[in-house]
């Protein structure tokens, strides 16, 4: 079946067309919501309730494939947004700019991936998330707008900018681009023309 087959067969409440769908989805989920931050609950607990309520308002849904994933996205993001004030209302430092889990000071990450999400908590919020859809979920342009809350200009616009922002620290601090295991490459994908309208 293709990926719009089981999106409709899961409108009609096939199960298997849901465990279909949640392969597809939901370790991509979890690792979006482990990216921003979720205060005070889980990414597995969000990433939960996020599919409960696709669950419940499937039948309304109107889209491909490729609209799902946007659409449960965005219903992670509303769920996401309300778990960070909640968090805030508590305990206001989990607003803070840091990405959670990132030690902000000098001693070096551990693994690739520390590395990686170090790197990427440099960023601004809508930078670093736009970065993680479109690079780290492979999400196009138009799924991560949705995804977001944003236009896909905005979305090219920030993919760009971060781009050209991690390019520049990597030059300017070459010690950056140094993994646990040796050097790792600076990004190849930062854009050196202006990016495209639309």
């Given at each position: ?6 999106v409709?067969?899961?409108?009609r409440?096939?199960p298997?067309a ?5 392969r597809?989805h939901?370790t991509?989920?979890?690792v ?9 609950e889980?990414?597995?607990d969000?990433?939960a309730?996020?599919?409960?309520v696709?669950?419940e ?7 491909d494939?490729?609209?799902f994933?946007a659409?449960l ?6 769920h996401?947004a ?5 968090s805030?209302?508590r305990d206001?430092?989990?607003?803070a ?5 990132l030690?902000p000071?000098?001693e070096?990450a ?5 590395w990686?999400r ?6 601004p919020e ?5 970065v993680?859809c479109?690079e780290v979920l492979?999400m ?14 905005a979305v090219?616009v ?5 781009l050209k ?11 950056e681009?140094?993994?646990?295991t040796?050097p ?9 023309a ?5």
């Amino acid at each position: 079946m293709t990926s719009d087959d089981i999106v409709a067969a899961a409108q009609r409440g096939d199960p298997e067309a849901w465990r279909e769908l949640y392969r597809a989805h939901a370790t991509r989920l979890v690792v979006w919501l482990r990216a921003r931050g979720t205060g005070d609950e889980t990414p597995e607990d969000i990433a939960a309730a996020s599919w409960l309520v696709a669950a419940e308002k499937i039948a309304g849904f109107e889209g491909d494939g490729d609209a799902f994933a946007a659409w449960l996205f965005g219903i992670a993001r509303h769920h996401l947004a309300n778990a960070r004030r909640r968090s805030a209302r508590r305990d206001p430092s989990v607003l803070a700019p840091t990405a959670p889990g990132l030690d902000p000071g000098p001693e070096p990450a551990t693994t690739g991936s520390d590395w990686a999400r170090r790197l990427l908590a440099t960023l601004p919020e809508r930078e670093r998330d736009v970065v993680t859809c479109r690079e780290v979920l492979d999400m196009d342009v138009p799924t991560t707008a949705t995804a977001l809350g944003l236009r896909p200009v905005a979305v090219r616009v920030a993919h760009h900018r971060a781009l050209k922002r991690l390019r520049g620290r990597l030059d300017a601090d070459p010690a950056e681009t140094s993994g646990p295991t040796g050097p790792t490459a600076a990004p190849t994908a930062a854009p050196t023309a202006a990016p495209e309208a639309g």
